[in-house]
T-cell receptor, first 115, second 112 residues
Framework: GAVVSQHPSRVICKSGTSVKIECRSLDFQATTMFWYRQFPKQSLMLMATSNEGSKATYEQGVEKDKFLINHASLTLSTLTVTSAHPEDSSFYIC???????????FGQGTRLTVV | AQSVAQPEDQVNVAEGNPLTVKCTYSVSGNPYLFWYVQYPNRGLQFLLKYITGDNLVKGSYGFEAEFNKSQTSFHLKKPSALVSDSALYFCAVRDGADKLIFGTGTRLQVFP
């Protein structure tokens, strides 16, 4: 099946710094990627949809200036958490969409800890 | 709006016993339903899906799910649980924009 690779799997950063998370589709082209955030013991919350060649679409309540999303090519989408704060600590997961009869494919997730 | 509900936060079952993780859905039109499993600090792994066709869907690792239109349910089942099945399970429905709407998740704990 299709593979989505997410990197890094784990990152610790200091408050005020920025962190970039990459999501790559390894064997297919993805015009759309979804970015989710997961709090401990909770479900996945959709943050935004990245679109190749156009601006990302953010869900209500998600700060687009804080969570910068770029879909630079058909195989790469990035999420940058800017000026990170401890409350941004979470598990972030990217996903290529489910289309037709196909299931969605997920990256391995990134555990972000802001200290 | 499409939604799914997982009424149980946690399900406990003894190894070797059958397990059921419940999911009900609310959709307009025909539902596209999925089950995913998540191990600690990992992404989601696909288990099975219902798109159309047979109501009983067989998936990975011996799991299956039954689509029940009259009860709007899509419960996940396995005849004989393994300790290694212990994980977090998510039911999801696909919306019109190809996004997955997830349930709140059910933690399955299988005891030896």
């Amino acid at each position: 099946g299709a593979v989505v690779s997410q990197h890094p799997s784990r990152v610790i950063c200091k408050s005020g710094t920025s962190v970039k998370i990459e999501c790559r589709s390894l064997d297919f082209q993805a015009t759309t990627m979804f970015w989710y955030r997961q709090f401990p013991k909770q479900s996945l919350m959709l943050m935004a949809t990245s679109n190749e060649g156009s601006k990302a679409t953010y869900e209500q309540g998600v700060e687009k200036d804080k969570f910068l999303i770029n879909h630079a090519s058909l195989t790469l989408s990035t999420l940058t958490v800017t000026s990170a704060h401890p409350e941004d600590s979470s598990f972030y997961i990217c996903s290529a969409p489910s289309t037709g009869a196909h299931e969605a494919f997920f990256g391995q997730g990134t555990r972000l800890t802001v200290v | 709006a499409q939604s799914v509900a997982q009424p149980e936060d946690q399900v406990n079952v003894a190894e070797g016993n059958p397990l059921t993780v419940k999911c009900t859905y609310s959709v307009s039109g025909n539902p596209y339903l999925f089950w995913y499993v998540q191990y600690p600090n990992r992404g989601l792994q696909f288990l099975l899906k219902y798109i159309t066709g047979d109501n009983l869907v067989k998936g990975s690792y011996g799991f299956e799910a039954e689509f029940n239109k009259s009860q709007t349910s899509f419960h996940l089942k396995k005849p004989s649980a393994l300790v290694s099945d212990s994980a977090l399970y998510f039911c999801a429905v696909r919306d019109g924009a190809d996004k997955l709407i997830f349930g709140t998740g059910t933690r399955l704990q299988v005891f030896p």
